[in-house]
Structures are given as C-alpha cells and as structure tokens.
C-alpha cells in the first residue's frame, strides 16, 4: 500500500504561462532538462521563475539506478550544436547561475567529459560573467575525464553521493561510494579555486549516525557545499519510500552541516542539487552576481550582495 504524503510535502501549483514557455523554448533548441526527464517535483516552481537544469549528452542513461526516473538505454548521438544552444536558452532565460546536468554515458570513449567542457566554454564565451555549476556523472573515476572538465573552469563543480554507504549497492548498483569520494576529492586536487558539491537523498532507510558520517566524509575531502532533500519515489517500479522525514530534522542536519564547516547547506524536504542553486553563489560569490546584473529578490530597494 503506497504511503499517504505527509502535509508538508504538498505543492501548491503556479500559474501554467511561463512553464509553457520555457517548456516551448527547450523543444525549439532541442534541449532537456532533469526537470523534466527525473519527475523533480520543483519544476512547475522553477519553470514559472524562469530556471531549469539543462541535461546534455540527450535523455537516455547508460545506467540504471533504483531512484532515478530517467530513461535508460542506448545513448543518443551526440548533437555538436548543443554546447552553443545551451549558452543560448541561458542568454533568453536570463540566468545569472547556470546548472548544466547529464545522463551518465559509459558507452562514450570519453563518458561525455567533452561534451561537458565545450558547454561551459560556450557559456562562458557567450555570457563572461555567468556562473556554472556542472552536475556530472563519476566517469568511472577517471581522471583524466575529470581533468578534461576541470580544464574548462566550471565556478561550481557537483557530484552527488546520493545515499549513505551501505545502501549504494540497492541505490546505485553501477557507482561506488569510495569512487564518488575520490572524483571529489580529485577536482580540489586539479583546481583548488573550483568549489565542490554534492547531494544527499533521505528517506531510503539511513540512519542519523549514517547521514552524519557522510556529511563527514564528504567535509573531510574539502566539499564546499551540500543538499539533502526527501527521496519521492518517482514509479511504483523504482525503490520505495521507507520514510518521510520531517522538516525539523532536516534543519537539524542543516545545522550539522554548519558545524561542520561547510560554506553552504540547504537542507529540507523539497531540496534537490540544483534547486536554487544561486543561493550558494549568492553567500560566496556575490560580487560576480552583481557584476552580471542579478539582483537579490530578499533585496529590498536596490542590490543586495551577499558575501
């Protein structure tokens, strides 16, 4: 018997008019989104702000995790002019922080990492003052993929651990949670100026004790920030909800988090990886925002730069 949803998990719908046309403007350039391939329930709140997370290398996935609502299968031929039509939806959307996700791709001879770097190129060409936050796949650890992505200068580079370490093998049966580790760890080696990131889903069957020792190893590898949001279950053919989480303990993680020492935690039921992404560039880097034109909407009566 399905779970009933908790009242703090209810959405309250906006209006249907910019959704649609965002929504008109990925299929006309011939883009995805997670948004909309991974079911996240914050699309009709994104899309009506006019933000996505862009989801290149197509919409199918070489891998199969139990949580995950996108497709899997052979992956699709990979399209040239998409780096470009990226930095373009970005310009008509007015992003000022831009979140750039893929499907894993491990039949690829370079597992997509190419593709990742001509993307952040082309934004940064087309938009100088942009941030980018890159969300990728762990390339099977493979450095030189990470070096290949690094090379471009992502400002914010994101890798989720997903889940605590005894339930990788139900969770991501095709990814290691040393490998995740390690892929983080790297990207401070590279490049120390990229700030790193990843994410946490709860509700799988953690515990307190779990959750807190990978926050602890995800600091003690020097990730800058971290999200931990509610696991939905997206079909009734992907893993169950073991339990809804309560918002007060989501902001007890969060101040776990603080404690810890990461720059930045967002931590509650509806938190994914990209959802308001630019709150992290609005604490660390503000005055980059400020010099691409973005203006705080918790501003009152001018710009407000957060440091």
Not at 168 to 180: C, D, F, L, M, W
């Amino acid at each position: 018997m399905a779970q009933r949803l908790p009242e703090w998990l209810t959405i309250r719908l906006p209006r249907p008019d910019t959704i649609n046309e965002v929504q008109a403007m990925m299929r006309g350039k011939n883009l995805h989104t997670v948004c909309e391939s991974a079911r996240c329930p914050n699309l009709p709140e994104c899309w009506s702000k006019k933000t996505a997370t862009f989801m290149i290398l197509g919409d199918t996935c070489t891998r199969s995790c139990g949580f995950c609502a996108i497709k899997v299968g052979k992956g699709l031929e990979v399209d040239p002019f998409e780096p470009l039509n990226v930095a373009k939806a970005t310009k008509e959307l007015g992003l000022k922080h831009v979140v750039v996700t893929s499907v894993a791709r491990d039949d690829l001879k370079d597992q997509g990492a190419g593709q990742f770097a001509k993307t952040i190129t082309a934004l940064h060409r087309e938009l100088p003052d942009v941030i980018v936050e890159i969300l990728t796949p762990d390339f099977k650890g493979n450095e030189e993929c990470i070096r290949t992505v690094c090379a471009a200068e992502p400002e914010i580079y994101n890798h989720n651990i997903e889940t605590v370490e005894r339930l990788h093998t139900i969770v991501r049966p095709q990814a290691k949670y040393p490998r995740t580790m390690r892929v983080l760890e790297m990207v401070k080696e590279i490049d120390p100026k990229i700030y790193t990131k990843s994410g946490l889903m709860l509700g799988l069957g953690e515990t307190k004790d779990e959750v807190v020792r990978t926050l602890e190893d995800l600091r003690r590898i020097g990730v800058d920030a971290i999200t931990i949001g509610q696991y939905l279950r997206p079909t009734m053919k992907h893993l169950p909800v073991h339990e809804y989480i309560h918002p007060d303990v989501f902001k007890e993680y969060e101040v776990i988090g603080e404690e810890m020492g990461f720059a930045f935690v967002a931590s509650g039921p509806f938190i994914r990886s990209s959802y308001n992404a630019i709150a992290f560039s609005e604490k660390v880097m503000g005055e980059r925002l400020a010099r691409a034109g973005y203006v705080s909407p918790s501003a009152a009566g001018g710009l407000r730069v957060l440091q």
